[in-house]
């Protein structure tokens, strides 16, 4: 089993920032794409930012030149450094990931509980 340990959500005034940490443990031989999606009030989930094993990133429009992700493959990490922030951020942020589990042994999805960031216009 897979686990995904988010960090760093709470309450920031518009115009702020704010970094999300996510770090994956478990039974992990190796991981593709990390990243992370959010929900907001009354939305469908929506892809924030991803990035792969090899660093190749993918943002969503919203938050295209604000959010910026990394990624430590050493410590199975994954960090969205959030800047310029708006009220319309407001959401439960998810941690992604595609995790192949053992060797020879299919990739599956694996998600985080969530963390709530609340943007305070």
């Known amino acids: 089993q897979v686990q995904l340990a988010e960090s760093g959500g709470g309450l920031v005034q518009a115009g702020g920032s704010r970094t999300l940490s996510c770090a994956a443990s478990?039974?992990?031989?190796?991981?593709?794409?990390m990243g992370w999606y959010r929900q907001g009030p009354g939305k469908q989930r929506e892809l924030v930012a991803e990035?792969?094993?090899?660093?190749?990133?993918n943002y969503g429009d919203a938050v295209k030149g604000r959010f910026t992700i990394s990624r430590d493959n050493f410590k199975d990490t994954v960090t969205l450094q959030m800047n310029s922030l708006k009220a319309e951020d407001t959401a439960v942020y998810y941690c992604h990931a595609v995790v192949e589990p053992g060797r020879g042994i299919s990739a599956y999805d694996f998600w985080g509980q969530g963390t709530q960031v609340t943007v305070a216009s």
């Open positions: 990035v792969t094993s090899s660093g190749g990133t």
């Open positions: 478990g039974s992990i031989f190796n991981i593709y794409d």
